[in-house]
C-alpha cells in the first residue's frame, strides 16, 4: 500500500538531528558575557547550529578565547572581543569590529549581567550603579548597535525571513521581587519592559526582540545558592521540578528564539524556571 506521502506525491518529511539542521548558517550572533556561565553556552550552541560567533568579555580573555577555540572546532568563524558593556565607546567599537570580520551581526545574545547583593539599609550608590550600569545599561547600549546594524541592512532573505533578532538573558527577577538584591531584580524588571518597548517599537521592521528568563542555573553567578547540600535543599523549596537547571538549556532555547522557528514570537520572555515563577509556596495546596 502506498503512503499517503507517495500518494499525494508528495516528500516524505525527515526530521534531521539538530547538528544537522545549520538552522543558524550564514548568520553572525554577538554574545555578551559569552566567556563564562550562560554566555558561553548561547555561544556555543548558537556557533553549533551553524552562526560565526562573536565571543564578548570584560575580563579572563583566556577564557574567551577557549570558547572561540571550541567554535573554530565545530566549523564555524569565532572571533573574541573586549568590551565592557555599560561603556559606549567600547560597545560602538565592538560592534564595528564584529561586522567588519563577518560583513553584519544577525543575532545579539545581551547576556552579560552581575549581581551586588547588600541588605537595602547599606546598598551603596556604587552597588546600584555598577548593576544597572551592565544589566539595564548594557543591554540598553548592545541593543541600540544591533537596531542600527539591523535597520541598516534589512532581510536577507537567503539567511532568515527577519532582519535581525535580539535576546535578552533576563530572570525570573524581572517579575519575582528579591528581597537583598533590590537593585538587580530593578534591573531585571527594567529590562523587561525596555524589551517589551523595544520589541514593539521595532516589529514593523522585521526586528524580532525576546528576553529568557533563567531561574536557578548552575553557574559561577548564584554558586552560594547550590555550592552546599544544604544551600540545594533549601533552593529546591522554590523549584517545583526540584532540580537545578543547566547552562545548555538556555543555550537550546536561544537557537530556537534566534531562529526562524519562532518567527511570530515577538516580545516574549521565555522562562526557563523549573516552575519557580508558578508560585511554588502553593506547591501542596497552600
Ligand atoms: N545563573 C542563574 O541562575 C541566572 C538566573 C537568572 C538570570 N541569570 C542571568 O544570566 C546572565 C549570565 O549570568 P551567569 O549566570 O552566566 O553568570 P556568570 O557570572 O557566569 O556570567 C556573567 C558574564 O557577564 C560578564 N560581564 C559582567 N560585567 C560585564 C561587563 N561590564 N561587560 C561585559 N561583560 C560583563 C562576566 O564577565 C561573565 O562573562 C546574567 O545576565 C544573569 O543575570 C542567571
Redesign the pocket.
Known sequence: MKSYYEHMNLPQPVLPSLQHLALLKGQTALV??????????IALALGRAGANVVV?????PE?AEAVAAELRAAGVGAITLM?????ETQVQAMFAAAVKKFGTVDILAS?????RNAPFHEMSVAQWDQVM???LR?AFLCAREAVREYLRRGVRPEVSVSAGKIIF?????EIIPWAGHVN?AAS?GGLMLLMKSLAQEVAEKRIRVNSI??????????TA?WGTPEAYAELMKLVPYKRI?E?DE?GRAAVWLASDFSDYVIGTTLFIDGGMTLYPGFETGG
Open positions: 555578551t558575557g559569552a566567556n563564562s556561565g550562560i554566555g558561553r553556552a564578548n568579555y570584560v575580563a579572563k577564557d568590551a565592557d558593556v555599560s561603556d547576556n552579560a549581567g552581575l549581581e550600569n551592565v544589566n548594557g538573558t533576563s530572570s525570573v527577577h538587580y531585571k528568563g533563567p531561574g536557578a542555573i548552575r553557574t559561577p553567578i548564584n545558592a537547571g547552562v538556555i
